[in-house]
T-cell receptor, first 111, second 117 residues
Framework: SQQGEEDPQALSIQEGENATMNCSYK?????LQWYRQNSGRGLVHLIL?????REKHSGRLRVTLDTSKKSSSLLITASRAADTASYFC???????????FGTGTRLKVLA | ETGVTQSPTHLIKTRGQQVTLRCSSQ?????VSWYQQALGQGPQFIFQ???????GRGNFPPRFSGLQFPNYSSELNVNALELDDSALYLC????????????????FGPGTRLTVT
């Protein structure tokens, strides 16, 4: 079973709007990573946030991590049609090398 | 695109057969992980290799096995194929230090689409 659970499962927004997706996990982690996948192809790494960090920015992306609630959020600002993809969070359980991916959020940005 | 390549792109096999999938890691990366992704699902971790040794494994039976070579490329072997093995198989490479606290971002290949009939 997947540890991570993304919410919502699907999101449809207009170009220029912000998109927020959330991820919850169950165990202690080393870090949490967000990935994007277009049309069943390989995943692209977006951002990594370590367990001792609370917020991180990269371009139009903003990630927060709340280890007390075991949750993370990914905000994409000023979305573009090219942002249409599935977004996954992945965690690395403390003391292991095991990456666990969530079920994903399917984002559709309408032009 | 990443520097991770996978072969073949697509493959059709019959139930009971064996299959070998290949992955070349990105330059400078010594760690390779393999994932199985069923349609509409997130990737499921199969195992990871660091410097030719398996150092982590997900909930997959022993008929899923792997190898990593001195140049850090890798193979995934699946014996006695079942219909449920039909999926996209993804390989990802990353830097590694042997310390699980230093997990780095992964760079994924385009995947191999396996169909078992």
């Amino acid at each position: 079973s997947q540890q991570g659970e993304e919410d919502p499962q699907a999101l449809s927004i207009q170009e220029g709007e912000n998109a927020t997706m959330n991820c919850s996990y169950k165990t202690s982690i080393n870090n949490l990573q967000w990935y994007r996948q277009n049309s069943g192809r390989g995943l692209v790494h977006l951002i990594l946030i370590r367990s001792n960090e609370r917020e991180k920015h990269s371009g139009r992306l903003r990630v927060t991590l709340d280890t007390s609630k075991k949750s993370s959020s990914l905000l994409i600002t000023a979305s573009r049609a090219a942002d249409t993809a599935s977004y996954f969070c992945a965690t690395v359980t403390s003391g292991t090398y095991k990456y666990i991916f969530g079920t994903g959020t399917r984002l559709k940005v309408l032009a | 695109e990443t520097g991770v390549t996978q072969s073949p792109t697509h493959l059709i096999k019959t139930r009971g057969q064996q299959v070998t999938l290949r992955c070349s890691s990105q330059s400078g990366h010594n760690t390779v992980s393999w994932y199985q992704q069923a349609l509409g699902q997130g990737p499921q971790f199969i195992f990871q290799y660091y410097r030719e040794e398996e150092n982590g494994r997900g909930n997959f039976p022993p008929r899923f096995s792997g190898l990593q070579f001195p140049n850090y490329s890798s193979e995934l072997n699946v014996n006695a194929l079942e219909l449920d093995d039909s999926a996209l198989y993804l390989c990802a490479s990353s830097r590694g230090t042997g310390d699980s606290r230093s997990s780095y971002e992964q760079y994924f290949g385009p995947g191999t689409r396996l169909t078992v009939t």
